[in-house]
């Protein structure tokens, strides 16, 4: 039965990144709320012990990418929210799986340097473009991203096995969606030609990498 779920992915998938590159908006908003729902069937067909953090952290990810079908920045923030408690959750599945003992420190500090680099770098681009209520806000959504990354890394370290290797490039691509999203929505000029492809395509990969990951 999982197989099935991974071809209904993959076709909505094609539909929507097509969607994506033509912006049309029809398509894209009518099959993006697929895409996590896919995602999440195939989890719990592949697993005979699913985990309830995962599900929760693919609920989330669900309603954060159904707040942001509607335009406005109520509907941004809400989105944004509701992806940052999947981030956390997320991070717990990742906690769940390191031995601390074994984390190599400097290599924590220094991916959180180059994270937190990207992260103000990134903002600075965009805040004289956006509305300055969301400046902090945005910048805190992207930290919280980066530290699921670091627990990404950590667990990595803890148990370098294909998995948590494939877990750790999901969460890199999930950083790089979400730049890329605060350029698509932010900058002025636009600096992304098929603006909304690049964003879907790291985020679908992204959301699959690290559940994959996490699953095994």
Known sequence: MSRVFIILLIMVSVTHLYASWKNDKKLRALTKPFLLIFIGLWYL??????????IAAIFFGWLGDVL???????????????FMLGHA??????????DFSLVRWYNVFFAFVVYFLVAVRLMRSIKDDM?????????????????MNIFALTALMCDPRPEAVIAYIGAILFFISDCCLFLVRFHKPPVMKHKHFSVMLTYILAEFMIVYGLSL
């Open 68 to 82: 942001l079908i509607p335009t406005g920045t109520k509907w941004f923030a809400a989105g944004g929210i509701s």
């Open 89 to 98: 959750l997320y991070v717990a599945a990742f906690v769940s799986r390191t």
């Open 45 to 54: 067909c592949r697993t005979g012990d699913p985990d309830p953090v995962i």
């Open 131 to 147: 509305n300055p209520r969301l400046y902090y806000p945005m910048l805190l959504y992207l930290a919280i991203n980066g530290v």
